[in-house]
Nanobody
Framework: HVQLVESGGGSVQAGGSLRLSCAAS????????MGWFRQAPGKEREGVSG???????SVADSVEGRFTISKDNDKNTLYLQMNSLKPEDTAMYYC??????????????????WGQGTQVTVS
């Protein structure tokens, strides 16, 4: 049984920082592609950043240079460090996992496992 539990969301002013965490069980961060997605009200869910089993990363253009994905395989936890936050970053942020090792070419449909989400609000 796969369980992904996000934490770390909150309300911050523009320019501030937050660090999201995703504690995983039933799926191993060292073996599979995992990623962060977000969904703002009235918009489609979009990919933010992904990390393959070997550690290679990808990041959306909109957050390039501001957001950094990382993981601690010993803790089986995925992180998203978000700096220089902007109001347009306001969204529900979701952690997701695939059964693929490599995130390259993965689409949202390749992620069967999702957390409940954590809200990030930037004003």
């Amino acid at each position: 049984h796969v369980q992904l539990v996000e934490s770390g969301g909150g309300s911050v002013q523009a320019g501030g920082s937050l660090r999201l965490s995703c504690a995983a069980s039933g799926v191993t961060t060292s073996r599979y592609c995992m990623g962060w997605f977000r969904q703002a009200p009235g918009k489609e869910r979009e990919g933010v950043s992904g990390m393959s089993s070997a550690g290679s990363t990808s990041v959306a253009d909109s957050v390039e240079g501001r957001f950094t994905i990382s993981k601690d395989n010993d803790k089986n936890t995925l992180y998203l460090q978000m700096n220089s936050l902007k109001p347009e970053d306001t969204a529900m942020y979701y952690c997701a996992a695939t059964s693929l090792m490599d995130c390259r070419g993965a689409t949202i449909g390749d992620f069967p496992y999702w957390g409940q989400g954590t809200q990030v609000t930037v004003s």
